[in-house]
């Protein structure tokens, strides 16, 4: 073993120095292009994360402007529905306004029509003269019985006080007498005229006697052929029949 290192050290010095010194050149050159060689890759490593930093910055940059455009067309579409709703708002207005309008035409076109018509179909009425009222005397009779000699369409005749208390009657009744009188009472009113199908109720004041108010019901048939003197005639009759009692009753 010493033999082999005293060998290799011989043989070193037997080496020129300019052999010596290009060796450790090269070794010097070898290890500086390790070194560069390290350096480039850790340059080019980072060369790309700075390459893709910026490329990521650059994409953000783009997000972003995406973004605001994306803000500014939505702020555009909102002041255009805006702008539209206005405008729907004052057609509907306009609408309702010509609505109006026509609606007001419609009925003065109506109003036109019906008084051109009534024009048109208008006919000169016939003159009517008044007619001379009829005038049909009273019978003078001492007991109601008597009204079917002078007036036989006289169906029942009563003297009745304000009480219900009927003092003289002729002839059968289609209601109760209290029952009508109590509708004289509730019209409050001197006289009620009822027509209940051909036949004619009468209900009217007579007097008072006796702290008493006095009424005569009258019912009379065939109303149709009744007119309103004939009526009157009976009802002056009854008149004159109830003063004669209370005259003789003094």
């Given amino acids: 073993m010493l033999a082999i290192h005293s060998e290799a050290y011989k043989t070193l010095l037997q080496v020129e120095p300019f052999s010596f010194y290009l060796i450790f050149f090269m070794l010097l050159s070898l290890g500086i292009s390790l070194g560069v060689f390290i350096a480039l890759i850790y340059l080019t490593r980072r060369v790309g994360r700075i390459s893709e930093g910026g490329a990521s910055h650059d994409r953000f940059r783009e997000f972003d402007e995406r973004i605001k455009k994306l803000e500014e067309a939505e702020k555009n579409t909102s002041s255009m529905l805006t ?4 405008s729907v708002k004052n057609l509907q207005e306009s609408f309702i306004r010509i609505d109006s309008r026509v609606t007001a035409l419609e009925s003065k076109t109506v109003l036109l ?9 208008e006919v000169p009425r016939p003159v009517s003269y008044p007619r001379v009222p009829q005038h049909i005397e009273a019978a003078s009779i001492k007991e109601l019985n008597e009204l079917a000699l002078h007036y036989p369409e006289v169906k029942y005749a009563c003297i009745i006080t304000s009480q219900g208390y009927v003092v003289k009657s002729y002839g059968q009744p289609s209601e109760e007498p209290p029952k009508i009188l109590e509708i004289l009472r509730i019209s409050r009113t001197p006289r009620v005229s009822l027509v209940r199908g051909d036949r004619v109720l009468e209900v009217f004041y007579l007097g008072d006697v006796k702290d008493l108010s006095v009424y005569a019901i009258l019912e009379v048939e065939d109303s149709a052929n009744v007119n309103e003197a004939r009526l009157d005639a009976i009802k002056e009759t009854i008149n004159r029949y109830f003063r004669d009692i209370v005259s003789k009753a003094q």
Avoid: G
């Fill in 113 to 121: 029509e019906r008084r051109f018509t009534r024009e048109v179909n």
């Fill in 83 to 86: 702008e539209l709703h206005n």
